[in-house]
């Protein structure tokens, strides 16, 4: 599959990052956390950044002030994911957004391109990665403005707080596990990190991947 850069300028995309979670299984904060010699969250922006029409920060507190980025406050407090998905939507002035998280050190903008030309084409409200255990990839899907605040307002209101709890209202198309590993062979772009041994295990394969790479 031939792999077409796109750049900010000539997409209609707003991408999200997700900041305000607790931390509480890593122990500190892990978009501020030292990844490879820099901030989790500056290697996040680092990977989006050329591909955004449009960039901003779901956090709730002004730790992340000095990155010179938007940054607002979830809209419904309380609800987690799902709430700073639904502040996203709420907020980004493109009808395309993409939302990812801070702990995710791979994230995979060929899979992140691909959903956002397949939206593009199609009638969908929702593109997102699927694996081949079954499981959704929201941090790595494209959706559609306004369909898809209306979808998750509805479900907030009925004490939901899944983050795909709200699917069903609206049109989603799947990228399959075979079309994810041809955008992302190493098989790497969905890894978070959670605990340390996750960061332990993610700091080690870019630690390789940078020897590989080294002249």
Not at 1 to 13: C, R
Not at 86 to 92: P, S, V
Not at 117 to 140: C, M, N, W
Not at 178 to 206: H, K, M, R, W
Request: proline share 3%; charged share 25%.
């Amino acid at each position: 599959m031939a792999n077409v850069e796109i750049q900010k300028n000539q997409t209609e995309l707003s991408f999200v990052i997700l900041a305000g979670g607790k931390s509480r299984r890593m122990g500190v904060d892990k978009c501020l956390l030292s990844f490879l010699g820099k901030p989790l969250i500056e290697r996040i922006i680092d990977i989006v950044d050329p591909i955004s029409n449009e960039l901003f920060i779901v956090a709730n507190d002004a730790k992340l002030n000095y990155l010179n980025l938007r940054i607002v406050n979830d809209n419904i407090a309380g609800l987690g994911a799902l709430g700073g998905l639904y502040t996203a939507l709420l907020e980004a002035k493109n009808e395309f957004v993409s939302v990812v998280g801070c702990d995710l050190p791979f994230i995979s903008k060929d899979i992140i391109l691909e959903a956002y030309r397949i939206i593009q084409r199609t009638q969908a409200d929702v593109v997102i990665p699927k694996t081949s255990q079954g499981y959704f990839e929201p941090l790595h899907a494209i959706y559609r403005r306004d369909t898809c605040k209306e979808a998750i307002l509805t479900v907030i209101s009925k004490g939901e707080r899944r983050l795909i709890s709200w699917f069903s209202a609206v049109k989603v198309v799947e990228m399959d596990n075979v079309l994810c590993e041809s955008l992302d062979p190493e098989g790497i772009a969905f890894l978070n990190i959670n605990t340390q041994a996750d960061y332990n295990f993610a700091e080690e394969i870019a630690n390789k991947k940078l020897n590989k790479t080294a002249p």
